[in-house]
């Protein structure tokens, strides 16, 4: 299992929405490492691990499960992309169990 991901990219044009993203702020908002025509990732392989849902989840494996986890995160993307009117077939939509 791996957390659903849409692809919208929203993350990488607000990075200056957290602390832990904000320096890698290119001024603006967008991350530098984000190639604004392909909307790709150009450190995809390489990215910072707070940029790695999976990966991160064992530094808060004290505090909440998997699916909690998955739950906050996905509340973000939906945050954004409702913020930014990102097409209603992006959302994540996670299987309650
Ligand atoms: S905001 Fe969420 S769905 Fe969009 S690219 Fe980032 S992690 Fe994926
Ligand atoms: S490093 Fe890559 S995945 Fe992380 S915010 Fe920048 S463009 Fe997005």
Redesign the pocket.
Known sequence: MAFPCSGC?L??HH?DRSEV?LP?DRGDGI?????CVSN?????TN??L???IDDSFPLFAEKMTLSEFYRVNADVCNWLQNEHSAPTSMRIKLSEK
Do not use: H, K, Q, S
């Open positions: 990219g993350c990488c990075v993203t890698l991350c530098r490492y984000l190639d790709r990732c150009r450190i995809y990215r910072p707070f940029c790695r």
